[in-house]
């Protein structure tokens, strides 16, 4: 059974940084993981993205802000992956998800249940 779960959500004041950080589990290999967010009353907006091969995708929003990145050794049925968030501002506050895509043996996405962000003025 595939799992998805996000970490690291938290309050923080304007200009600080975050990191939150996703581990998915039971699942050997996967195309793709990203991170999302929602902020109340507005869609899911696609934030980044990191392929199999380590390419990395960036909405243009948190281009140059937003870093995506494997954590640690990812291996077997588990990957890590993080997202280091700098200089929020108040609307960066969200709900984070993250997903997990994997092609085999056919496309199927795996979404976590989300971490809250809060940023402060």
């Known amino acids: 059974q595939v799992q998805v779960a996000e970490s690291g959500g938290g309050l923080v004041q304007a200009g600080e940084s975050l990191r939150v950080t996703c581990t998915a589990s039971?699942?050997?290999?996967?195309?793709?993981m990203g991170w999302y967010r929602q902020a109340p009353g507005k869609q899911r907006d696609y934030l980044a993205s990191?392929?199999?091969?380590?390419?990395?995708?960036?909405?243009?929003s948190v281009k140059g802000r937003f870093t995506i990145s494997r954590d640690g050794a990812n291996h077997g049925t588990k990957h890590t992956i993080a997202l280091q968030m700098n200089d929020l501002s108040p609307e960066d506050t969200a709900v984070y998800y993250c997903?997990?895509?994997?092609?085999?043996?056919?496309?199927?996405?795996?979404w976590g249940q989300g971490t809250q962000v809060t940023v402060s003025s």
């Open positions: 039971g699942i050997s290999h996967f195309y793709t």
């Open positions: 990191i392929f199999i091969d380590n390419d990395t995708d960036y909405a243009d």
């Open positions: 997903n997990l895509v994997t092609t085999i043996p056919s496309r199927q996405t795996f």
